[in-house]
């Protein structure tokens, strides 16, 4: 008889542990899921977003309102490395009005951007005398992509322009206001007729409701 009541106390006490093991677990499961999406959760404002310089500096996004972005995923060692000229003759071109250009250097993609931040720096001083402003080495796709590939694409803050990038020198055109407003592939030269086409459009805009402003005050 006590040997059944213990066997029954054991078997009671083993559905017992099992049932709140598998509680324990399932609450684990569901705060997991709960912290990947905060994590993942997007910025719905472009300029709440910062960078970090090839010099370590951050620089928020908020400095560049009211101007024109170009957005580049950049490589020192890529078969469109050459852009690098490209992009610093329309900085040049467009550096007395509101545009900018910030280059985003990543090695995802064929390991074509190995170096450290000074190799990077060093590169495009010395190589292409670059002047516009580049960033830390980020990554721009993967569980560790930077905040602001991020916002560029996803469907939510970028419904128009979302979709993984897939190689160097993808371009993002962004409006005064932080919206992405086109998207460009690494074929697309960065000094193209139609680049320049929308940035002057872009600059444009701005330009009449600046004046349409200014007449109604």
């Not at 997007?42 to 090839?54: A, E, N, V």
């Not at 055109?173 to 919206?179: A, H, K, P, T, V």
Request: hydrophobic share 35%; glycine share 4%.
């Amino acid at each position: 008889m006590k040997t059944i009541t213990i066997i029954l106390i054991t078997c009671l006490a083993l559905i017992a542990a099992t049932k709140l093991y598998a509680n324990l677990t399932k609450k684990k499961v569901v705060t997991n899921t709960t912290t990947t999406q905060n994590e993942t959760e997007t910025i719905t404002q472009f300029h709440d977003l910062s960078y970090t310089t090839l010099l370590g500096d951050i620089i928020p996004l908020s400095t560049y309102k009211g101007k024109v972005l170009l957005i580049v995923n950049t490589a020192s060692h890529c078969g469109f490395t050459y852009q690098y000229t490209h992009l610093q003759k329309l900085y040049e071109t467009f550096q007395d009005k509101d545009f900018e250009i910030i280059g985003f250097p990543c090695n995802q993609f064929g390991n074509q951007e190995p170096g450290s931040n000074e190799d990077i720096k060093q590169f495009c001083d010395l190589r292409y005398k670059t002047t516009f402003p580049m960033s830390e080495k980020i990554d721009v796709a993967g569980k560790n992509q930077n905040p602001i590939y991020t916002f560029l694409t996803s469907p939510k803050t970028n419904p128009n322009f979302s979709g993984p990038i897939n190689w160097n020198f993808n371009k993002f055109l962004i409006d005064q206001n932080g919206n992405v407003i086109a998207r460009f592939s690494s074929l697309e030269k960065p000094n193209s007729k139609k680049i320049i086409k929308l940035i002057n459009k872009a600059l444009d805009n701005n330009i009449t409701k600046t004046i349409k402003k200014t007449k109604k005050n």
